[in-house]
């Protein structure tokens, strides 16, 4: 490939990825729990990307190519075995939150940390990337009926850990532990 036109697909693979970096990040982080372990998944992600990008940029989909593939590199680091690997049952402390919806969010996120892996990724596909029943059931290589029966399994474990956090009086939550695992 002459220099000119290597420069050109860096160039764009650089605009692509700076594009969808915040997205695929995100993603990474709703997906596992941890940001430090979703952005090296991360990061192996878009350097396969990178090695394959001549042909990756070709994708009639390429977004749902890069969220295949990162969806992918979440399954394979679940299945190393240093990944079950819990070296603390202590969440490290955050700041205050600056706005009172923060304080949700974080509930949420830590609900979610909480359910089972499969209908975790059912809904953050659901409903942090909007993604459509076929096109979850796309991703994931799996059946639209098996989504919607995730999707609803997962939202009722999320419903179940939520509503005591929803009863607890602001004041009477206590902070600084993990709380206990479903999966």
Same mark, same amino acid.
């Given at each position: ?5 290597? +420069?050109?697909?860096?160039? %764009? ?9 915040p ?22 992600? +878009? ?20 969220r ?12 190393r ?5 819990l070296?603390?049952?202590l +969440?490290? %402390? ?19 940390r ?11 596909l659901r ?6 029943v076929? %096109? ?16 609803a399994?997962?939202?009722?474990t ?12 602001p ?13």
């Amino acid at each position: 490939m002459p220099l000119s036109r290597a +420069l050109a697909a860096d160039a %764009e693979y650089t605009e692509y990825v700076r594009a969808g970096l915040p997205q695929w990040r995100r993603t990474a982080y709703l997906m596992c729990g941890d940001w430090h372990q979703g952005d090296d998944i991360v990061q192996r992600v +878009l350097t396969e990307l990178y090695r394959n990008w001549p042909r990756a940029r070709r994708a009639d989909n390429l977004n749902a190519l890069v969220r295949t593939m990162l969806l992918r590199r979440l399954i394979d680091d679940r299945r190393r075995r240093w990944a079950r690997v819990l070296l603390t049952d202590l +969440l490290p %402390e955050r700041a205050a939150p600056t706005a009172p919806d923060a304080t949700e969010r974080l509930d949420v996120v830590a609900a979610l940390r909480q359910v089972a892996p499969r209908q975790r990724a059912v809904l953050v596909l659901r409903f942090f990337q909007d993604l459509t029943v076929e %096109e979850t059931a796309q991703a994931l290589g799996c059946a639209p009926g098996t989504v919607k029966s995730q999707t609803a399994k997962g939202l009722a474990t999320l419903r179940g850990l939520l509503a005591p956090i929803r009863d607890d009086a602001p004041t009477t939550r206590q902070t600084g532990s993990a709380p206990a695992s479903v999966c």
